[in-house]
């Protein structure tokens, strides 16, 4: 699946379980929401003054993260 990002509320229609605009369910949407929230909501707990470098981290590790992560299931499944 190819992710689309949200082209802002004022775009989104819906059909009850996904956005007609971008794609993605509802579920997901939410789930993402959530995930930014938390980061959001920690950013502010812990009163960080260079919050571009904080989000500059976030970017640069995820996707290292998701590789290991994919590597890992790929191998797990072929030794079950």
């Not at 996904?18 to 509802?26: M, Q, V």
């Not at 502010?44 to 976030?58: K, Q, R």
Request: charged letters at 30%; a negative charge.
């Amino acid at each position: 699946m190819v992710f689309q990002p949200c082209q802002g509320k004022t775009a989104c229609r819906d059909d009850g379980q996904r956005c007609l605009t971008c794609g993605r369910t509802l579920d997901e949407i939410r789930w993402l929401r959530d995930l930014l929230d938390q980061l959001s909501a920690m950013a502010i707990e812990h009163d960080y003054d260079n919050v571009d470098a904080f989000t500059n981290y976030i970017a640069h590790k995820l996707p290292k993260m998701i590789a290991y992560r994919r590597e890992n299931n790929a191998e797990q499944s072929c030794a079950d």
